[in-house]
């Protein structure tokens, strides 16, 4: 697994740049400002890839913590540790695109959106599990104890979400709400080459962390046999 | 057939290893006492053969069952004392007895706990918080415990340590006992007299790697490791 | 089976310690004591927005000093390394966790039945006729704070800065806990049809069944490798 990893990531990452500079160009240059908006809806085609990619991110990091928790296989511990770490550069590059998106379009930086309470919690439970596993000595116990975490936490966000979406109808209705925003052709073809670059590069980061984390397990186990001998 | 047995376990922490290729054998009967000096690893392989811990690799058996496989099992069989007392500070004396049996199904007679806290010579503490024990009370209410619980093969860890002269005999004597029913008992020990005693077997751990010795070098050896 | 003896056992065990050393309930109660009078000197408050503001501070109250207790839980378990214990036993970890769950519910309920009458006091309410209600609210709310924080307890218990990571941990978990109960409490104060807030109070039934079931599942994972 990690020699695949190893033998393919550098083409996700140039890939995933490729899509990333034609997409700026056609999203800020050569896409036609939208009608409601103005020249303002040109930061969705940062905001909506990053928050569908640390969506799948933790999604991913689910599903490893699942199937570590089934196989114990170290390397998907690994992985989900990689994407918690990136998921959090994702996760926050959201709610700062969203946040400075919504100045102009809703008039204030914070909102109690349901969305944007979900992505904070999602962000406050990444940043909890990357604690979390610093304070544990033992590596196994550690990945455990991450996965269920994990878990836990993939449970609740869709319910985090519901209720804030309940709380939120009651208090103060949305005025402005981005999803009624029709998406016209020029403005699609530049946001899915844009979302296609971030999801290359997800994987690339993902990719990269998880040898990293993998080779400094293998490291650190090495240590110990050398340290091992040199007792005896 | 061995009530207990080590196959090439090996433990590591993140960076050091601490059991290196251990495998023993204890059959129905007997009591293996394990010495070596502190850090030598003792503790953890008995955490690993009371299912607390895994190995990183090397398997161990516990009366023909897998410990690892069939770990639930396994815990029916095996009973540990160790440095912790596993007791309740406001639960009295019984009542801690009661809990530890009810965990495993077990619910004794009064008189039945009664005669076991006489034989360990704390009877007359019977009705008292465990917070007031001392650490050597501690160690008789967990003879006790033993007592009425009976398992197949006892693990412990120095059980010799804090016991008074009289609470070491009580010990022995118990040890004794449960090997002559069929129990095997595996300790760690830094008590050479105490032990041999009552130990068949007996091996070394030095740095994370067992060497099994004669009973006899007990006594005998000026210095073990 | 022995399933439902075990969450006796341990459900009683704590039960009695508590009765006898009263060390949980009566911290966890000066501690939300202290936390409704810094409230009440932060806002000065008429009695209008007293009752718009009372929900919310009842509820961080509540479970501020839930965590009190649930922090406290299963570092009773550390001494004397019961936890080890518990872990060793042939026991199943869902009973664990059921039997923790009791008592962490328990205390958190008692010691909230014992503030309710002095929010009634200081906030001036008038609540006698829909006080089956509120108990009803209190039940549902309390449950969902204790299914995810017993999980938690024991998680944290286990690792370096507990104190620190379980509120970290938990508190973004019970957000929709803390939006149903500080809604459904509002709602019945301000005397609106049932209509209103059911959807509120089914919210935290839900919340209470999905995470006591995930809770129970995934507790095996916390105590056993």
Redesign the interface.
Known sequence: MIRMIRKYEDWFGVAGGICIAVGLYLGLAASPPDYYQGEVVRIMYIHVPFASTSMTAYFVMTAASLWYLWKRNPIVDNMAHATAGVGVFFTAGALFTGSIWGKPTWNTWWTWDARLVSFTILLLILIGYLMLRTFIEDKEREARYAAVLAIVGAVDLPIVHFSVEWWRTLHQPLSVSPRGIAIAGAMLFPLILMSAGFYLILTYMVGVRTQMLYLQQLLEAKKGRLLGEVHL | MSALRGIQLNKSYRHYQVLKEVSFDVAPGECYALFGPNGAGKTTLLKILATLQTPSSGRFEVMGLDGIRDRNQVRGILLMIAHGSYLYGELDAVENLRFALGLRGLSPADREIKIALDRVGIGAFADFKIRYFSEGMKKRLSIAKAMLIRPKVLLMDEPYSSLDERGMKIMNQFIRESTQQGAAVLMTSHNRAQSAEVAVKAGVLHQGVLHEIDVKELVAAHELF | M?FF??IR?LA??DL???M??RETISSMFFFALIVILIFSFSFSMDQQTAKTLMPGIMWVAFVFTGIIGLGKSFL?EL????L????????PRGAIYLGKLVSNFLFMLIVELILFPLFVIFFNLDVFDKLPLFVLILIAGTLGVSA?GT?FSA?TV????REV?LP??LL??I??VM??AV?ATGSVLSGESVTFYR??IE?LV??DI??TI??FW?FE??L??
């Open positions: 022995n003896s075990v056992w009683w065990k009695i310690s508590e006898r050393s009773a001494q004397n390394d019961c080890e214990n518990l872990q060793m036993n042939p026991i995810v999980l998680m286990q690792i370096r800065a990571m970290i941990l973004p978990l957000v929709p939006i149903g809604e959807h509120w919210l839900v919340f999905i995470f995930v809770s995934v994972f916390i056993d490798h």
